[in-house]
Structure formats: C-alpha cells, structure tokens
Nanobody, 122 residues
Framework: QVQLVESGGDSVQAGGSLRLSCAAS????????MGWYRQAPGKQRELVAD???????RYVDSVKGRFTISRDNARNTVSLQMNNLKPEDTGVYFC????????????????WGQGTQVTVSS
C-alpha cells in the first residue's frame, strides 16, 4: 500500500502563485510516473503535468510556460509550481503516482491523493 499526502492548495487572485507538494510513502521500490491531475466543477479530471523517473515531462497545453513540475526520487516527492494563475486553473488537484512495489515484480500500481483545492479569483 502507498499513502499520498498533498499540500499547498489555497485561494489566490489571478496572477498569483502556488506550490503543490505530494509525498508518497509505503511499499515503494520505485515510482515510474508522478504527476498532477485536476478536476474543475462539472468537468472531467484532466492531466496537468507528469514526470517519469528518467525526467520526461508532459504538460497540458494550457499550463505550458506557467507551471513547472519537479520530483525528488530519493524522497518520493513531486511538486507543482504554479505561476501566473488564471481563474480557469481553479479545481481540485490530485497527485497521481505509478508505483513499482518490489524490485522482483513487474506489475505497477496507480495511487491517487485525496485532492487539494486551488481557487483562483479574477
């Protein structure tokens, strides 16, 4: 089992910045992908950004140039620096990890955080 603890959500005005953090703990040999998703009211959950353990990064087009994802493989943490926030960034942000629990297995498991609210007012 893996536990995810998220922090950093808040209410800010447009143009402001927030930093989300997520720490994974439990039965972890390695984490293949760590990322952030968000869900706005009435909308489907969408990928915001993710990062492989090798350092490959993906961003949704709407956040490119404003958000930066980073991870610490030794500490099993992932962060999302969000700058120049816009009202359309409002939503619940979820940490997502793809975990390999043991070195001798090949099956990975996906875990979700409980979500942290980000509200951007105009």
């Amino acid at each position: 089992q893996v536990q995810l603890v998220e922090s950093g959500g808040d209410s800010v005005q447009a143009g402001g910045s927030l930093r989300l953090s997520c720490a994974a703990s439990g039965t972890i040999f390695s984490i293949n992908i760590m990322g952030w998703y968000r869900q706005a009211p009435g909308k489907q959950r969408e990928l915001v950004a993710d990062m492989t353990k090798e350092g490959t990064i993906r961003y949704v087009d709407s956040v490119k140039g404003r958000f930066t994802i980073s991870r610490d493989n030794a500490r099993n943490t992932v962060s999302l620096q969000m700058n120049n926030l816009k009202p359309e960034d409002t939503g619940v942000y979820f940490c997502n990890v793809d975990v390999l629990p043991y070195a001798w297995v090949s099956t990975t498991y996906v875990y979700w955080g409980q979500g942290t609210q980000v509200t951007v007012s105009s």
